[in-house]
Nanobody, 115 residues
Framework: QVQLVESGGGLVQAGGSLRLVCTASRSTFSFNPIGWYRQAPGKERELVAQLRIGQNINYADSVKGRFTISRDSAKNTVYLQMNSLKPEDTAVYYC?????????WGQGTQVTVSS
């Protein structure tokens, strides 16, 4: 079965850092694209960062220069390094990937940034 599982969320102060981990049940290259979304209370789910094979990395404007997405092929993992966190980054973060027309989601991990 295809599964994506997030971890690494938590409570941090503004200006702090977190690294989120998405562990896939198969090679991350099975997914194209693969990346991270987030959803804050009362807001729509939004794309944060995305990897597409052979193409440039896609970041939301709000996180450019602060967040970095990467993969470790040997571990079937995708990371989201989040630095200089702001209260507006508070959300549930979801790992997402597509295999052709099929869309897969993790269960989400809560990130809370205190003022």
């Amino acid at each position: 079965q295809v599964q994506l599982v997030e971890s690494g969320g938590g409570l941090v102060q503004a200006g702090g850092s977190l690294r989120l981990v998405c562990t896939a049940s198969r090679s991350t290259f099975s997914f194209n694209p693969i990346g991270w979304y987030r959803q804050a209370p009362g807001k729509e789910r939004e794309l944060v960062a995305q990897l597409r094979i052979g193409q440039n990395i896609n970041y939301a404007d709000s996180v450019k220069g602060r967040f970095t997405i990467s993969r470790d092929s040997a571990k079937n993992t995708v990371y989201l390094q989040m630095n200089s966190l702001k209260p507006e980054d508070t959300a549930v973060y979801y790992c997402n990937g597509r295999i052709l027309g099929s869309n897969y989601w993790g269960q989400g991990t809560q990130v809370t940034v205190s003022s």
